[in-house]
T-cell receptor, first 114, second 117 residues
C-alpha cells in the first residue's frame, strides 16, 4: 500500500517570496507522483506529475517539483508566489500501473500575504 | 470540451436518510472514481467504476455504494446517513486508452457538498 505525508498543514508566505511545500511518500512498488491544487469551492486541478525520467518536473503556474527516490520525497516549489496562489495543495501517489486510485496527503494550505 | 460535472452542488440531509450524488464524466472517458474529502481527513478513495463494473473500493462501509450507467455516468449512494458523512464528494473521470507509460490523467469535477444534520 502507498501513503503520503504532507509535512506542513499550513504555510503562510509573503507575496513574491519563494515557497516549498513538502511531501514524502511510502511505497513498496514503483509509483507515479502528483501535485494537485484546489481553489476555494472548486475541484482539483493537476499542477504537475512525475511518471519517470527527469527528476525535476515543471508544471503550470510556475510550479516545479523534484523527485528524490532516496529520500522518498516530492517537494513542490515556486520561486515567487502571487496572491492568486492562495489555495490548498495536495500531494498524491499511485502505483505505476496507470489504473489505480490516487492516494492523497492531507493537504497544505498555502496563504500568500500581500 | 465540457469537463466533469456533478450534481447537486449542495445536498442537505438528516441522519438516517439516503443521499444520491451524480457524476457525468468527460465525453469519451470510461472510468469514474469517487473520493470523499472530509474535514481533517483529506481526500480518501471511495469507489472506482470502469466500463460499467465496480473495479475497486476503498475502506468504506457497504452503505456507500454506486453504479455506472451505459453512458458512463455514475451515481454514488450513501444509505443510513451519519453525521460524519458530511463532506465534499469529488468525482474524477479518466479516458480508457492508456497514454505514455500507461498513465492517464484523472480529471476532477467541482464536487457535491453533503451536509448531514
Amino acid at each position: 500500500a502507498q501513503s503520503v505525508t504532507q509535512l506542513d498543514s499550513q504555510v503562510p508566505v509573503f507575496e513574491e517570496a519563494p515557497v516549498e511545500l513538502r511531501c514524502n511518500y511510502s511505497s513498496s512498488v514503483s509509483v507515479y507522483l502528483f501535485w494537485y491544487v484546489q481553489y476555494p469551492n472548486q475541484g482539483l486541478q493537476l499542477l504537475l506529475k512525475y511518471l519517470s525520467g527527469s527528476t525535476l518536473v515543471k508544471g503550470i503556474n510556475g510550479f516545479e517539483a523534484e523527485f528524490n527516490k532516496s529520500q522518498t520525497s516530492f517537494h513542490l516549489r515556486k520561486p515567487s508566489v502571487h496572491i492568486s496562489d492562495t489555495a490548498e495543495y495536495f500531494c498524491a501517489v499511485s502505483r505505476n500501473s496507470g489504473n489505480t486510485p490516487l492516494v492523497f496527503g492531507k493537504g497544505t494550505r498555502l496563504s500568500v500575504i500581500a | 470540451e465540457a469537463g466533469v460535472t456533478q450534481s447537486p452542488t449542495h445536498l442537505i440531509k438528516t441522519r438516517g436518510q439516503q443521499a444520491t450524488l451524480r457524476c457525468s464524466p468527460i465525453s469519451g472517458h470510461t472510468s469514474v472514481y469517487w473520493y470523499q474529502q472530509a474535514l481533517g481527513l483529506g481526500l480518501q478513495f471511495l469507489l472506482w467504476y470502469d466500463e460499467g463494473e465496480e473495479r475497486n473500493r476503498g475502506n468504506f462501509p457497504p452503505r456507500f455504494s454506486g453504479r455506472q450507467f451505459p453512458n458512463y455516468s455514475s451515481e454514488l449512494n450513501v444509505n443510513a446517513l451519519e453525521l460524519e458523512d458530511s463532506a465534499l464528494y469529488l468525482c474524477a473521470s479518466k479516458g480508457g486508452l492508456a497514454g505514455p507509460r500507461g498513465y492517464n490523467e484523472q480529471f476532477f469535477g467541482p464536487g457535491t457538498r453533503l451536509t448531514v444534520l
